[in-house]
Nanobody
């Protein structure tokens, strides 16, 4: 099993920045992909950004150029730096890890972008 704990959400004004962090523990060996998903009421959870163990990144079109995902394999953490935030970035952000084809999720952290 993999345990994921997120931190760093909160309330920010449009144009502001937030930094989300996710710490992985447990059976972390051979975690292939770590990433962040966002969910808003009435919609499916959607991928925001992901990074593989080799460092390959993938971003949703809506966040390209504004968000940056990074991974510290030594510390077993993944970080999402979010800049130029927009109201439509509001949602619950979940950390995700994929290990041997199984998905693991954190408890989620709320991000609210509002004047």
């Amino acid at each position: 099993q993999v345990q994921l704990v997120e931190s760093g959400g909160g309330l920010v004004q449009p144009g502001g920045s937030l930094r989300l962090s996710c710490a992985a523990s447990g059976s972390i060996f051979s975690i292939y992909v770590m990433g962040w998903y966002r969910q808003v009421p009435g919609k499916q959870r959607e991928l925001v950004a992901a990074i593989t163990s080799g460092g390959t990144t993938n971003y949703a079109d809506s966040v390209k150029g504004r968000f940056t995902i990074s991974r510290d394999k030594a510390k077993n953490t993944v970080t999402l730096q979010m800049n130029s935030l927009k109201p439509e970035d509001t949602g619950i952000y979940y950390c995700n890890a994929v290990r041997y084809g199984s998905d693991f999720w954190g408890q989620g952290t709320q991000v609210t972008v509002s004047p």
